[in-house]
């Protein structure tokens, strides 16, 4: 995790049934992930307070964290907050709608989810995406219309 650099870093992965680092399924499973401004802040804070050793997963570049401890400890946090826990999996995908949500774009979201391509992508998030049938008309004919406005003035001027 490099804080300063707003990144997280994922190179391996952990196989549960033989215990030991895989490589990710696919090249695209080994990336760099943004680490949003918002928990960056909040990570930032434990850490300089002291309390941060380890941060959410403790030994995080060393030790393997067991699953379900994570799940223990995080559902905890949540029921602390007052809100209702939903899985690890489910914050993924959490994660993947907000930045849908914000407008970042389908290959920038395939690279951040590790999809190796970008089909699953749209498979998993495409109903979440905007822009249907009359949308993407309406913006072709819009862009279509400052072309030909600009081709016309542009005659006037030459």
């Known amino acids: 995790m490099d804080l300063a650099g707003g990144t997280l870093r994922v190179e391996r992965a952990w196989d549960p049934q033989s215990k030991v680092y895989v490589s990710p399924k696919s090249r695209a499973g080994r990336r760099r992930v943004p680490i949003l401004g918002v928990l960056r ?16 997963l403790p030994g995080l570049s060393t030790e393997h964290v067991e699953i379900s401890s994570l799940r223990q400890r995080a559902r905890r946090h949540w029921q602390a907050a007052g809100l209702n826990p939903i899985g690890l999996h489910e914050c993924r995908h959490t994660c993947a709608s907000l930045m849908i949500a914000a407008g970042v774009n389908a290959k920038a979201l395939s690279v951040y989810m590790g999809h190796s391509n970008i089909g699953t992508t749209f498979d998993v998030y495409g109903h979440l995406m905007p822009g249907g049938e009359d949308e993407a008309a309406a ?4 862009y279509l219309e400052r072309a030909n406005t600009r081709a016309r003035l542009a005659s006037l001027d030459g």
């Open 41 to 56: 802040g909040i990570l930032l804070d434990l850490r300089m307070a002291g309390s941060g050793n380890g941060l959410v």
């Open 139 to 142: 913006l072709a004919d819009a």
